[in-house]
């Protein structure tokens, strides 16, 4: 109870704060390139529009990897990024070649979303098997 207390206080207004910097970045996108390069180009901007979806997936990644850390759960935990690794290196083998710095970024956003979705459910287990 007291763990989903804080997450619910303190990270709900942490990962909103990175949504709502994500966005202001991905709008402002061609105008922080502008101000770093001499032109702006447009795969450049929608590489940087990439990224800032891809950080609220690694944000979402927070309570489940602590809670699977803090409650010994570490070959659980293991598990999930060592398969992680695997996916993102045989997505970026395929991505990269074919689709070169897109394929690299859309091998990130699905290997991200392969590590969230494995660490939540393995928070939900523990959540349902412990009363924390």
């Known amino acids: 109870v007291a763990v989903q207390h804080f997450y619910r206080r303190y990270f709900r207004s942490f990962f909103l704060l990175v949504l ?3 966005g202001a970045v991905a709008l402002a ?9 001499q032109h702006t180009h447009p795969g450049a901007v929608l590489l940087l529009r990439m990224f800032c979806v891809a950080l609220p997936l690694v944000c979402l990644n927070i309570p489940g990897s602590l809670a699977l850390l803090a409650f010994d759960q570490r070959k659980k935990y293991f598990g999930i990024y060592g398969s992680a690794v695997l996916v993102s290196v ?25 590590v969230t ?6 928070w939900v287990r523990l959540l349902r098997r412990t009363s924390i």
């Open 117 to 122: 979705t494995g660490v939540t459910i393995a």
């Open 90 to 114: 045989l997505l970026n083998f395929a991505g990269a070649y074919y689709f070169e710095a897109r394929g690299t970024l859309a091998a990130i956003l699905a290997t991200e979303l392969f």
């Open 20 to 22: 709502a910097g994500s």
């Open 29 to 37: 996108a061609p105008y922080i390139l502008g101000f770093f390069l």
